[in-house]
């Protein structure tokens, strides 16, 4: 069975912080790993990993992917209470003539004042 | 505003009813996902439609059934519903797929959400 999981499950930082979101994950037939994030409602897109060693950066957001150690890691510098949210991890697998996504339980990352 | 479109927000109804969601993808999307997110839980991946066919299957429940229309707007049909059905359910949608080529674009887009109590 296809499995991520995410670490730590919570965190609480001040504003200025800068946090690391954990992903790893055992799955077959990998073919891309997505970070998202999810505040009140509908998870957003933030970015997709295909190939190792390939930082994606977005403004203060940044994420990379080992592929060879099978983990991931989403980095946010000068945190603001706006990244206030759960971060989701997903996975992308080929199932044969289709694609599923399987996601991590999410991490809740709350910045205070 | 993500382009996904879930109706209705919320639902409330009685054990044993029965409920259709409805989803309607991006514009040009072929794939529509289901997934459910109960209290505290993940999300759980439900069903995959592509061009109207059923293309990968999740934890999906018997008493659970989806399809993909002619016009790429997806139903999930949950009956003889419990009170642990209770959750929110998303759809996703997702563009590009080539089967055989190996082209794939699984960046997924969310509707907001819908969702159902059962009490």
């Known amino acids: 069975e296809d499995k991520v999981v995410q670490s730590p499950l919570s965190l609480v930082v001040h504003e200025g912080d800068t946090v690391t979101l954990n992903c790893s994950y055992e799955v077959t037939n990998f073919r891309s790993l997505l970070w998202y994030k999810q505040e009140k409602k509908a998870p957003t897109f933030l970015f997709m990993l295909?190939?190792?060693?390939i930082e994606k950066k977005s403004g203060r957001l940044s994420s990379i992917l080992d592929k060879k150690e099978l983990f991931s890691i989403l980095n946010i510098t000068a945190t603001q209470t706006g990244d206030s949210a759960v971060y989701l991890c997903?996975?992308?697998?080929?199932?044969?003539?289709?694609?599923?996504?399987?996601f991590g339980t999410g991490t809740r990352l709350q910045v205070t004042l | 505003d993500s382009g996904v479109t879930q109706t209705p927000k919320h639902l409330i109804t009685a054990t044993g009813q029965r409920v259709t969601l409805r989803c309607s993808p991006r514009s040009g999307d072929l794939s529509v996902y289901w997934y459910q997110q109960s209290l505290d839980q993940g999300l759980q991946f439900l069903i995959q439609?592509?061009?109207?066919?059923?293309?990968a299957k999740g934890n999906i429940l018997e008493r659970f059934s989806a399809q993909q229309f002619p016009d790429l707007h997806s139903e999930l049909n949950l009956s003889s519903l419990e009170l642990g059905d209770s959750a929110l359910y998303f759809c996703a949608s997702s563009a590009t797929y080539a089967p055989g080529t190996g082209s794939l674009n699984t960046e997924a887009f969310f509707g907001q959400g819908t969702r159902l109590t059962v009490v």
């Open positions: 439609y592509y061009n109207g066919e059923e293309r």
């Open positions: 997903a996975v992308a697998v080929n199932t044969g003539t289709a694609s599923k996504l399987t």
């Open positions: 295909t190939s190792s060693g």
